[in-house]
Antibody, heavy 119, light 107 residues
């Protein structure tokens, strides 16, 4: 069974840092591009970042560029999102998602982890 | 950046109705257009990828069409479980922006 399990969310003060993890199982993690997507309370989906299978190709949304860093460890079947200089507007549920190899659609999603940025 | 605009933003319909949701890209994305369904408190689910390809397990009443800048998601005969929010997303070039969503509720 394919599973993506996010962890690392929680309450953090503005300006603080947090590292999200996503543990993959049930498929060959190293064969798949991966993404992070977030959803602020009551709002739509916002794509944040993409990483290729080897980690050699990385993209970011402008809203997080320079503050967030995506990475992966294929030996540990894990995806990460290091989030620095957090702002109130970063409060959201953060999803990791597996991407297809041709059209890059997010074909499997984790259950999400809530990040709350507040003083 | 490529902007994605969905219409309508919300839609009321009845079980058995045929509904169409449109998504327009600010520049050509060929067929790099995906559709997702999201129910409250749940992660999104992929319905259509590459504009016209149905994800495995998705009911045949869901279909996608279009290329270039204009795309549609059609649901041929609404079922009770189809009332949800639908998003398009382009994966032609970074940033892989989503549309703002279309909320489909029961009339």
């Amino acid at each position: 069974e394919v599973q993506l399990v996010e962890s690392g969310g929680g309450l953090v003060q503005p300006g603080g840092s947090l590292r999200l993890s996503c543990l993959a199982s049930g498929f060959t993690f190293s064969d798949h591009n991966m993404n992070w997507v977030r959803q602020a309370p009551g709002k739509g989906l916002e794509w944040l970042s993409h990483i290729s299978t080897s980690g050699s190709i990385i993209y970011y949304a402008d809203s997080v560029k320079g503050r967030f860093t995506i990475s992966r460890d294929n030996a540990k079947n894990s995806l990460y999102l290091q989030m620095n200089s957090l702002r109130d507007e970063d409060t959201a549920v953060y999803y990791c998602a597996r991407a297809g190899s041709t059209w890059y659609a997010a074909n499997f999603w984790g259950q999400g982890t809530l990040v709350t940025v507040s003083s | 950046d490529i902007q994605m605009t969905q219409s309508p933003s919300s839609l009321s319909a009845s079980v058995g109705d045929r509904v169409t949701i449109t998504c327009r890209a600010s520049q050509s994305i060929t067929k790099y257009l995906n559709w997702y369904q999201q129910k409250p408190g749940r992660a999104p689910k992929l319905l259509i990828f590459g504009a016209t390809n149905s994800e495995s397990g998705v009911p045949s009443r869901f279909s996608g069409s279009g290329s270039g800048t204009d795309f549609t998601l059609s649901i041929s005969s609404l079922q009770p479980e189809d009332f949800a929010t639908y998003y398009c997303q382009q994966t032609h070039s970074s940033p892989y922006n989503f549309g703002q969503g279309t909320r489909l509720d029961i009339k």
